[in-house]
């Protein structure tokens, strides 16, 4: 048995989780190149909500952020998360999109991408993954975990095993909202070790309180990699704490080697930015205890606040116990998908309507017609008849792959965001991001020549020669 290895979420995942993707870009650079030589297997460092953050609330170029931690980190791989056909937006984009942007990825410092999709259809996949492996990228293709009376463990070991046909490099199994258990997870490990022989990297949060107990398991059970937050911005709703694991496995066939005084180090230097964030109201510290309704309801802990705004906005709060038991129902009509962006929210927001309508299915998002119809992708189980006819009455179900219906797109972004452009990832932050991309290239346009941005009309603008 190999040491295990370790992959630091903290640039990612964990201040996604703790505060909403907040930290910027000056907060991380001075303790990069001490990161650098801990010892890691990689730093998951973009992707997921860094991008949409960095525009909307920083006023960051997320593409500047990856090329500065590129240049900081000589030793250590980098990692994104990817969306699928989904990219880092919210719908599905043209194949030419998807390319252009796994390219550019790539060449400005990412070594490993973790491609998902929120229904786990693999076609959804498919495009990411060949770009990845032609631009001698590493794929990871994750799988999103879920529960549900048709979730077993070889629905998930067979899907590992279609992943690897597709020409995976490693598979993640991504457990986003913390429902994995310990000895479930050191079966379910050997299971997709029974069916591939590659390996096999675990992502999952403590909010449940079994964190860092299935991490001991499934490395047990075989697993290569595990994903864990250094302690400032581990437990609670992010990763089991990086030092933890790290001293878990020490002097044992699992050991992974690392550096405990760097990561001592890593430690202590992230700790007055967490109590600056809890100063500041961003750390709710009721993010860091246990939430056990995680298990109750397996409802990731960002779905549970949604639904909680959303019923305050109907002034429908006695309703809560209510449309918590309606979202299994619903999870159930529409053919169980995995509770992860964007389905968390599609389900979540059907089940709040049906409650408050008096009626199921009264009233019905758009969304969720697209779902039903086939756009999002194929379902783990065909959704039921009169579920359909319900939702989108004789409109007829798609059964081809969804981004083949998109027409190319990159051309036209390019001709409508011209007079912007900078560098050629902006067509690619644009196609993604259309409303924040531009108030952002505005104020970058006003920064660089000292305009205040509020002044300018867009006729007004500014550009570089």
Not at 80 to 109: I, P, T, W
Not at 131 to 137: A, D, L, R, S, T
Not at 319 to 329: D, H, I, M, Q, T
Not at 420 to 440: G, N
Request: charged share 25%; glycine share 6%; hydrophobic share 40%.
């Amino acid at each position: 048995m190999a040491k295990v290895k370790v992959t630091e979420t903290v640039l990612r995942d964990g201040h996604q989780s703790l505060i909403a993707t907040r930290m910027t870009t000056d907060e991380m650079l001075p303790i990069l190149e001490t990161m650098d030589r801990a010892g890691y297997h990689a730093l998951e460092v973009w992707g997921g909500a860094t991008f949409d953050a960095c525009l909307r609330f920083l006023n960051e170029d997320p593409w500047e952020r990856l090329r500065i931690i590129r240049k900081n980190i000589k030793n250590t791989k980098l990692q994104m998360l990817l969306r699928g056909q989904n990219l880092l937006g919210y719908k599905h984009y043209a194949d030419d999109v998807v390319e252009e942007f796994v390219k550019k990825s790539l060449a400005n410092g990412i070594d490993i991408i973790r491609v998902f999709d929120a229904l786990n259809d693999p076609r959804n996949l498919m495009k990411a993954v060949e770009v990845i492996k032609k631009e001698g990228g590493h794929a990871q293709a994750a799988m999103s975990y879920t529960i549900s009376p048709i979730h077993t463990n070889e629905v998930f070991a067979n899907l590992a095993k279609e992943f690897a046909e597709m020409g995976a490099d490693s598979i993640c199994i991504k457990d986003m909202a913390g429902l994995l258990d310990p000895y479930n997870t050191y079966q379910l490990i050997k299971d997709i070790k029974a069916k591939v022989d590659l390996p096999v990297e675990l992502h999952t949060h403590a909010t449940s309180g079994l964190g860092s107990m299935t991490l001991l398991k499934a490395v047990e059970g075989g697993a290569d990699i595990i994903d864990t937050a250094i302690s400032p911005f581990g437990e609670g709703t992010s990763q089991p704490s990086t030092e933890s694991m790290v001293k878990t496995f020490a002097g044992t066939e699992w050991d992974t080697g690392m550096d405990m005084d760097a990561l001592n180090e890593i430690a202590q230097y992230f700790k007055p930015i967490r109590e600056k964030y809890i100063a500041e109201g961003l750390l709710d510290p009721k993010l860091m205890g246990v939430d056990i309704n995680t298990l109750k309801y397996q409802v990731p802990g960002g779905m549970l606040s949604n639904l909680v705004s959303q019923l305050k906005q109907s002034n429908a709060m006695d309703k809560f116990e209510e449309v918590l038991r309606e979202v299994p129902r619903v999870r159930e009509d529409l053919g169980y998908p995995p509770l992860v962006t964007p389905t968390s929210q599609i389900v979540g927001t059907q089940a709040v309507l049906n409650v408050v309508m008096g009626e199921r299915y009264k009233m019905v998002p758009n969304e969720v017609k697209q779902l039903v119809k086939g756009m999002y992708g194929k379902t783990t189980v065909p959704i039921k008849e009169d579920i359909v006819k319900k939702i989108i009455g004789d409109e007829e179900q798609i059964t081809v792959r969804p981004a083949d219906l998109i027409e190319p797109e990159l051309e036209s972004i390019k001709k409508e965001v011209a007079q912007y452009v900078e560098q050629d990832e902006d067509v690619l932050t644009r196609a993604m991001f259309p409303k924040p991309s531009i108030d952002f290239f505005r104020y970058r346009n006003a920064k660089r020549y000292q305009i205040d941005e509020n002044l300018l009309n867009e006729e007004d603008m500014v550009y570089p020669v």
